[in-house]
């Protein structure tokens, strides 16, 4: 251990080397910059503790090339776990913690932290030291000062073997002092206490629920309502509204004051909270939340650390299912319930996969429990903004919904109108179903469907953006950033006419309107961008000089998916300041290989709608999209059946093209050939007379003949004149000879 009199020494010694490094280099011909390579320490260290205080100090000193240095000789040491604990005890983990975020010093700063946090794991974790510091609980009253003390210090896992040996009757924990340990142990207690409240015994929960007065805060209130209100045990029921009461108003002498009625609802308020993120869960250090799950290899509970968002998935369906118990048949619960579901399946297999579908799953669930839970279901997940259950709901929907749900109440279904929903995803699946329920008439939204379909044949993974500016030159350099960030862009100079395009397309994810906003003005542009579903839940930037913040301050505050960015010359500046608000933004953009297989899809269906359904959907709107497609190998043959259902000469003319490309294959142009005879039946001949004469010609010498044969009902559906009919008829070889 240094002396404070040699700490003073060596900080003399080392503000005097600093000071003269320059004439030290000078009169020993050594270049200052390798002075900076050498130690500022009298006597280098030799102990883990010598060298640890080495660190802190090289630290002090603005040293970090030293202090790494000392870390590496610290870590070659291999300090075990008593002496990291001893660290941990003298200097605190917020100190490894700093040195960790410290990049002069990584990576020995982070393996020094990982080590650390190891030992103290490997400790708080085994049962015989925890059960022998519980012990001493009840010993004399210093034995049980210090076991508080140690219990304190080693913080959840101590708080979870505490509950679970004071409940049990044999163990011979002095309950009294358990509980007051527990009540001292402050917000590292709250998610094991959490975790019993919820799957514990009732002496568990007992416990727990009587501690949990003592170290919750009033966001944590709502895990305690079941037992308040909903136990059977009334001695549980009386120690969960003690503890409350403690929680809502300052003493468990309040419970009088709490009322039962609306409990459930509160709950369900609660899960709808976290399902959305109004509720939100503050992770630890490192950015991971703790949850008490039930053991099943080994009984009682364990902790699992998990994202702040997979936390609040798993908290909401806990709050959702006790919400049901306690209101059982509540329409509202229910659909809160199977939102929540729906969420965790979506989100547990990734957005990147398939909605999982399989037994057990939610989207069984989901079709099982009938239109009318799934309609309300919908209503409230569209309400919440939850893309991924909206999506599933919409397609479970397919299955056990019709056509008669296309109206309701003489208006538009819900489903119709998820056609205009924010999420491309969710817009799909919609017009998926609908097509599904194969409706017999034409109804309000139809076209909606083909212009889906339309985008989906052409989607690409890149986003794309809307810039609202007055000033073009001003917004164009708002749009070259934005390029730079990968991201299409339109600019358009009015608040209606950016909002027409932001609504429009279902590829933007972005909008960014200058403060000085026209035609609409800010305020009224930004109010019409949430009020209608397609961009209801899109983010919106606003950006302006450096200083006017405050003066959409108000505005921010009412949306989450509002902020404000300065105006900057570098895209990477931006880019920081819209991370966090696109770091929102939920579902991700869809993977290329999902973009692939919604335009194969979407081809089909188009292929279908033209083989008998063109009465219901017009396809027009399809045709340039279509026709791009006809060199895509996976859809060609699907947009070239599509394409013959409309009636134009462009169509016709493509067709003809088709056939006449020698460097298409053989089917390809059989497919053309077979669809240009169709398209010529159906609506005449509008090509040339030189396209024509090229297919009579091209048909002539055609050496395959499936190809051959598909070209012949083009030439008959041409309706030759009658010379032409003479030299077809003539041209057939003549029998050399009767029949047999």
């Keep these: 251990m240094v002396s404070h009199r040699s700490k003073w020494v060596v900080l003399l010694f080392a503000t005097w080397i600093l000071k003269n490094q320059g004439l030290l280099a000078q009169e020993t011909g050594v270049s200052p910059e390798s002075t900076e390579a050498q130690s500022p320490l009298v006597k280098e260290p030799t102990t883990p503790d010598e060298f640890m205080e080495a660190v802190l100090f090289t630290m002090k000193i603005a040293r970090p090339e030293a202090a790494k240095g000392y870390l590496e000789g610290l870590l070659a040491l291999d300090p075990d776990d008593a002496t990291l604990l001893s660290f941990r005890q003298k200097y605190g983990t917020s100190t490894f913690l700093q040195l960790a975020r410290t990049e002069g010093v990584n990576p020995p700063a982070t393996i020094l932290l990982e080590r650390l946090m190891a030992a103290g794991s490997r400790q708080a974790n085994d049962p015989a030291y925890l059960d022998q510091v519980i012990k001493n609980l009840s010993g004399d009253a210093r034995q049980v000062d210090l076991a508080i003390r140690d219990l304190q210090h080693l913080g959840a896992p101590a708080a979870a073997r505490l509950v679970q040996q004071a409940a049990d009757e044999n163990s011979n924990v002095d309950r009294a002092a358990a509980l007051i340990a527990l009540s001292r142990m402050g917000s590292v207690a709250v998610a094991p206490l959490a975790g019993y409240l919820s799957v514990g015994t009732d002496a568990e929960k007992s416990i727990a629920a ?303 309107l200058h403060l000085n906003t026209i035609r609409w003005e800010l305020s009224p542009t930004i109010a019409n961008f949430r009020a209608d579903s397609r961009t209801k839940h899109l983010p919106i930037a606003v950006y302006g000089p450096a200083g006017m913040r405050s003066s959409i301050a108000h505005l921010m505050k009412q949306d989450p998916l509002l902020t404000y960015v300065e105006e900057s010359v570098e895209s990477s500046d931006l880019a920081r300041q819209l991370k966090p608000l696109l770091a929102q933004v939920s579902p991700p953009d869809l993977t290329m ?92 001949s509008t090509l040339d007379q030189s396209v024509a004469d090229s297919l009579v010609a091209a048909w002539k010498i055609e050496a395959d003949a499936d190809l051959r044969q598909a070209m012949t009902s083009v030439i008959g559906a041409l309706a030759p004149q009658p010379s032409g009919v003479d030299a077809l008829l003539l041209g057939v070889s003549a029998a050399a000879a009767p029949a047999p």
Aim: proline share 3%; aromatic share 4%.
């Design 210 to 512: 009587h501690a949990f007065g003592y170290v919750a805060g009033q966001s944590e209130a709502h895990l305690l309502y079941r037992l308040a209100f909903g136990s059977k045990d009334p001695a549980l029921q009386a120690t969960s509204r003690g503890s409350l009461a403690r929680i809502l108003y300052g003493h468990a002498d309040q419970a009088h004051r709490l009322d039962g009625f609306g409990s459930a609802g509160k709950m369900r308020s609660a899960a709808e909270g976290f399902l959305t993120g109004k509720q939100s869960l503050e992770p630890e250090d490192d950015g991971l939340y703790p949850l008490w799950i039930t053991d099943s290899e080994n009984g009682g509970l364990k902790e699992v650390r998990v994202s702040t968002r997979s936390a609040a998935v798993f908290r909401a369906e806990q709050l959702a299912r006790q919400a049901l118990e306690m209101a059982p048949g509540d329409s509202r619960a229910q659909a809160v319930l199977l939102v929540v579901l729906l969420t965790r399946d979506v989100e547990t297999a990734g957005w990147d996969q398939a909605l999982p579908k399989g037994p057990g799953t939610a989207y069984l669930t989901a079709v099982s429990v009938g239109s009318e839970a799934c309609l309300k279901a919908l209503s409230l997940s569209n309400e919440l903004g939850t893309v991924g259950a909206t999506e599933a709901l919409v397609r479970a929907l397919s299955e056990n919904g019709s056509a008669g749900l296309l109206r309701t109440g003489g208006q538009r279904g819900q489903v119709v109108t998820m056609l205009d929903h924010a999420s491309p995803r969710v817009q799909f699946a919609a017009a998926e179903t609908i097509l599904k329920w194969d409706p017999q008439r034409s109804f309000s939204g139809s076209q909606r469907v083909v212009e889906i379909l339309t985008r989906v044949l052409e989607a690409d993974s890149q986003p794309d953006s809307v810039v609202i500016d007055p000033n073009n030159t001003r917004g164009s350099a708002m749009a070259s950033h934005l390029t730079e960030m990968g991201y299409a862009t339109h600019i358009l100079p009015t608040g209606s006419e950016g909002f027409t395009a932001a609504a429009s397309r279902a590829d933007v994810e972005v909008a960014v």
């Design 593 to 684: 290989e999902q973009l692939t297989q919604q335009s194969r899809v979407a081809a089909a269906w188009l292929r279908r709608i033209a083989e008998g359904r063109t009465h219901i959907y017009d396809l027009t709107p399809a045709e340039g999209a279509l026709i791009r497609s006809l060199g895509r190998n996976e859809i060609g043959e699907d947009a070239l059946i599509a394409l013959s259902a409309i009636p134009t000469s462009t169509v016709q003319a493509k067709l003809a093209e088709t056939v006449l490309d020698g460097s298409s294959s053989v089917l390809v142009r059989s497919e053309a050939a077979r669809q240009l005879s169709r398209h010529l039946l159906r609506h005449q």
